[in-house]
Each structure stands twice: as C-alpha cells, then as structure tokens.
C-alpha cells in the first residue's frame, strides 16, 4: 500500500520540475523526505539507439516503443537513409529489443527494407496482441498528399510470433481501408491514408476486449484536408475494419481506453490539440472538441496510461507526449488525472528541437520513452526512462 501511493504521489508532480510550465505540487503531496518507506532503486538515464551516420543512414525518424508482457522493450523507427524527408523516400523500417530495461539495444533488424524513391516504408506502429502475437502497422510506396488509387500511398501490416525477433512479409491492406474496394462505404471518398506511428491499442474492458486499433489519418479526394478514422480487428490482427469518422480535420492521433469503457481519440493540430470520445468500443464518434490546455505544434505524439483506479491503484493517470510549443521543441509529459477531461501538469522531456516521441509503461513502472532528437539539425533515436523517485521534490 505504501509503495502504490508514493508511486501516486511522485508521478502526480509531473509539473514540479518544468522550468517553463510550473505549476504548484498538490496541498497533500509530501516531499522526498517525508517518505523514507518509498524505495526506489532506478534512476534516470538516457540512450542514444541511432545517431546520423549510423548504419550508413544519414538520418532516423518516427519513434515507435512498446513493452511486451515478458517485460522485454521493443522499438521501431524510420531508417532515412539519404534525407530526413517522409515517403516517397527510400526508406528503411528497422526493429530493435531490450532485455535489461532500456540500456542496451539489440543490432537492428530490418523489417521492411526500401529499393528506392516510391519503393519505401515508414511511420511504424505497434500493438501486441492478446494471442502474444505483435502486429506492426505502417506505410510504403507513394507520399501522403501525392496518394491516389492509382498511385497510392499504400498501407501494411506485418507480424512477429517470437517477440519481435523475427517478422513475417508485409501484408497490404490498402483497398479495405479506403477507395473504391473499401469496407466502409464512407472511405470510398478518400485517396490515402497512413496509420499513426507509435501505438496502438488493445481494449481491454468490456464487450470488446482483444480488439486492436490504430488511429489513421484519411485524406479526402480533391482535397488536401484528412479526417480520423480508427482501423480495428476482432481476430488478432487477421482481417480488419473501420469506424465512422472519428474527426473532421484530424490528422495524426492516438487513443486511450478509459476505465468506464469509451475510447479517447486525441489528434494532432496546430494550436489546440483535438479530441473526440467514443462508447461502442472505436466504431462511432461523439461530439469533437479541443483541449485549450494543450496548445502545441501540429505534431504527433502518444498517449500512456500509468495508474488505473479499476486496476487496484488508487488515482486514475493518463500521460500525452507532445511539443509543448509552437515550435517542433521541448517534446514534454503532460498529466491527467481525470481521464483526459484535462490536462494540467507538465514535466520537460528534452529542452531543444525535438519531434516524435512514443511512450511505454515498463516492468519497474518506470516511464519508457522513445523520442527523437535534432539538436544540431540531423534526427536522432534516443531512449529515456523516467523513474517515479526522480519526480518526487526535495
């Protein structure tokens, strides 16, 4: 009991720390000194896993990071060999695991390999299964605003049975997600999409546990605006559907299962960041709104659930990733203990130009992050963990 709650307390103080974002620690929550009993024996640390020139890639992008259930951590991100711009590039998907909590890395894996300009893959997304079974989610071919059905932007799903070791050949699922052969009539008004790197989700409350999802941009023909749809399977990963719309003017997006069962949407905008709830397990949408709290650049970011009142802890706590600016910088945490209704409290990641970042929750339920770095303008993979104690004032 004594471990929970300071466990409670020290993330809770998320905001204690942000040189640029203060906000005043919680009346009740005692300091480091008042809580001898709480022993914690990890400490901060951070990895670079791939720095320009690296592997003869000039440059590494699109962070994807996702603990598995033996407690191993696995990451994907974006080889980008000769530029740091998205598809049509030639760009290269490459996996890699840790089995000691993040401080060593396993040599890449190639899990999609590119063989030129339109012959690429990139933005990896990863969920893992109840069967066990991985599923990573991503897209090749043609770029995002250049997509048609003739020349499309195309979508792929790929699995790995032995923990991300190995991986099976891509599987394409463009044509059910979109076009004139898609499933849901709607998308047959669209001309690309592309799942939304880092995680997904598996519910795991309700009528729909084992359901896995992805949030997807969508983008409609004779425009250059997307909306959000959420790509969903019942089977493991064998075949799949799509919601209705999940928001008008989306783009890249995340979701989070709440403890009362809806589904929370949060999509990338420029300004406000957008969000949108869901009862019936992802497959319709609510009413849109914005979290005026979160006012960041259109960037993407991910979404972490660390404390769950349903699940024997004792306050419910929600973590989103993003810039917190309007610039492509300060990549920070912010904190919710409401379930998203608001977000109040915010810890700095990385102070300096930074974009994408994923998140895990990790055996020693330590924070993992994911996050990519570009101090000196080349992008680069860094991994970091954030211990509980390391957030706990003087």
């Given at each position: ?8 307390l020290?993330?809770?103080l ?30 901060f ?19 994807a990071?996702?603990?598995l ?12 060999k ?25 040599e890449?894996?190639?899990l ?66 979109w076009?004139?052969?898609?499933t ?17 989700l ?45 928001y ?24 406000a960041?957008?969000y949108n709830?869901s ?9 849109q ?25 004792s ?31 915010v810890?700095t ?46």
């Amino acid at each position: 009991m004594k471990r929970t709650l300071s466990l409670v307390l020290c993330i809770l103080l998320l905001s204690s720390s942000c040189k640029k974002n203060e906000s005043k620690p919680l009346a009740e929550t005692p300091s480091a000194a008042d809580n001898p009993a709480f022993v914690d024996t990890a400490t901060f640390f951070e990895v670079r896993l791939y720095a320009p020139g690296d592997y003869g890639s000039s440059n590494w992008r699109i962070p994807a990071l996702l603990c598995l259930e033996d407690g191993s951590l696995l990451s994907v991100c974006d080889k980008r060999k000769y530029n740091e711009s998205d598809l049509p590039e030639d760009i290269d998907l490459v996996a890699s695991r840790s089995i000691d909590g993040g401080r060593t890395w396993s040599e890449p894996v190639t899990l999609a390999q590119g063989t030129g300009r339109k012959h690429g893959y990139g933005d990896a997304a990863l969920v893992q299964c109840e069967n066990g079974d991985i599923i990573c989610a991503f897209a090749g071919g043609n770029g995002y605003f250049a997509s048609s059905e003739v020349d499309p932007i195309r979508t792929y799903v790929c699995r790995s049975t032995d923990g991300g070791r190995t991986w099976g050949e891509p599987l394409e699922v463009t044509s059910q997600l979109w076009g004139s052969q898609a499933t849901n009539s709607v998308c047959k008004n669209y001309r690309g999409c592309f799942f939304s790197s880092g995680n997904g989700l598996r519910l795991r409350r309700g009528n729909h546990a084992g359901r896995v999802m992805f949030a997807v941009p969508m983008l409609r023909n004779g425009e250059n605006v997307s909306d959000n749809f959420v790509v969903y399977s019942d089977d493991n990963g064998h075949t799949w559907n799509v919601s209705f719309r999940a928001y008008k003017g989306g783009d890249e997006a995340k979701l989070m299962e709440l403890t009362d069962g809806r589904l929370l949407l949060s999509t990338r905008q420029n300004g406000a960041r957008g969000y949108n709830i869901s009862t019936d397990g992802g497959e319709r949408w609510g009413q849109q709104g914005r979290w005026n709290e979160m006012t960041t650049n259109a960037c993407n970011g991910d979404m972490l659930r660390v404390m769950a009142i349903d699940q024997g802890d004792s306050i419910d706590l929600l973590l989103h990733s993003l810039p917190n600016s309007m610039q492509r910088e300060n990549v920070s945490l912010f904190a919710s203990r409401d379930e998203g209704a608001s977000w109040q409290h915010v810890k700095t990641l990385f102070e300096g130009p930074s974009v994408y970042s994923s998140l895990t929750l990790m055996p020693n339920r330590c924070v993992g992050v994911l996050l990519e770095k570009n101090p000196d303008g080349a992008c680069e993979i860094w991994f970091q963990q954030w211990p509980v104690r390391e957030l706990l004032p003087e």
